[in-house]
């Protein structure tokens, strides 16, 4: 069975300041995708990043960067100079490959509140 | 380039009651999978429909089906509603190839009351 725990229920933060997500994952497969997406008030899961699980590169994308480590089955997410319309809800998300179809299994969310 | 459609937005219902939701996937989506929301917690997945079948179920009861048609849009319907079946319902297609990336509808909000 695969599980995703993200620790931090809410994070407030000032605007410009960094904000750091943890996700952390368990399975049993040794293949498999990570994924964060980002849920505004609006509802729509917004896809923002994702990751496999045989490249532990970690990359920067604009303002997003992430730290996937597989000893840890940590995939932590990192907002750097947050702005206010960063308020969101965001998901980690994971994906195995053995099973058929798609089927993603999402951690609990955190709520990120950046304040003007 | 129509993304992941949703009808309708909101919806109230009574215990006891059916109701049907509606996807209508991303072009040249060929997968639609359905997740439920409750407030404040992460989506959960309900089932995947692909070449008109449904091909994976997450630990939903028998209340709980579905259909895709020829075009790949898809219903979700859900018999006998319970208080606890009041939620966000979610749609997402993908294409069943390479990174599967699903893209999310705007979700049905359903209450049931």
């Known amino acids: 069975a695969q599980k995703v725990t993200q620790a931090q229920t809410e994070i407030s933060v000032v605007e410009k300041e960094d904000v750091t997500l943890d996700c952390v994952y368990e399975?049993?497969?040794?293949?498999?995708?990570l994924f964060w997406y980002k849920q505004p008030p609006s509802g729509e899961l917004v896809f923002l990043i994702r990751r496999n699980s045989f490249d532990e590169q970690n990359e920067i994308s604009g303002r997003y960067s992430w730290n996937f480590q597989k000893s840890t089955s940590s995939f932590n997410f990192t907002i750097t100079a947050s702005q206010v319309v960063d308020s969101a809800v965001y998901f980690c998300a994971l994906r195995t490959i053995k099973a058929a179809g798609n089927k993603l299994t999402f951690g609990g969310g955190t709520r990120v509140l950046v304040k003007p | 380039d129509a993304g992941v459609t949703q009808s309708p937005t909101h919806l109230i219902k009574t215990r006891g009651q059916q109701v049907t939701l509606r996807c209508s996937p991303k072009?040249?989506?060929?997968?639609v999978s359905w997740y439920q929301q409750a407030l404040g917690q992460g989506p959960q997945f309900i089932f995947q429909y692909y070449e008109e079948e449904e091909r994976q179920r997450g630990n939903f009861p028998d209340r709980f089906s579905g259909h895709q048609f020829p075009n790949y849009s898809s219903e979700l319907n859900v018999n006998a509603l319970l208080l606890g079946d009041s939620a966000l319902y979610l749609c997402?297609?993908?294409?069943?190839?390479?990174?599967?990336?699903?893209?999310f509808g705007p979700g049905t909000r359903l209450t049931v009351l």
């Open positions: 072009s040249g989506h060929d997968t």
């Open positions: 399975t049993r497969d040794t293949t498999y995708y």
């Open positions: 997402a297609s993908s294409l069943d190839t390479g990174w599967n990336e699903q893209f």
